[in-house]
């Protein structure tokens, strides 16, 4: 089993900061993509960002606030998140698409989610 877990979620004022971060553990052969997506009630989660070995893809909304990064020693992938809006509150959730024992071709994994609230 691959396990994924968030971190770094909270409250921040307009224009703060927060990193989160998240940790893939588990009986991992390889790691292939990994993002971050977030959802807000009554919407479709949406992809913020994502990183393959050598490539990142941001949502046109976050280009220049937001950047990922990941570890491949560590298996983690974080993401920074710079000049907070309100419009940036939401569920974060982290996705990974890693071969492992039970899914040797691969397969997406989900963390639990991280809430991120951007209000004065």
């Known amino acids: 089993q691959v396990q994924v877990v968030e971190s770094g979620g909270g409250l921040v004022q307009p224009g703060g900061s927060l990193r989160l971060s998240c940790a893939v553990s588990g009986s991992i052969f390889t790691i292939y993509d990994m993002g971050w997506y977030r959802q807000t009630p009554g919407k479709w989660r949406e992809l913020v960002a994502a990183i393959t070995s050598g490539n990142t893809n941001y949502a046109d909304s976050v280009k220049g606030r937001f950047t990922i990064s990941r570890d491949n020693a560590k298996n983690t992938v974080s993401l920074q998140m710079n000049n907070l809006k309100p419009e940036d509150t939401a569920v974060y959730y982290c996705?990974?698409?890693?071969?492992?024992?039970?899914?040797?071709?691969?397969?997406?994994?989900w963390g639990q989610g991280t809430q991120v609230t951007v209000s004065s």
């Open positions: 996705n990974v698409n890693s071969s492992d024992s039970y899914y040797p071709y691969g397969n997406d994994y």
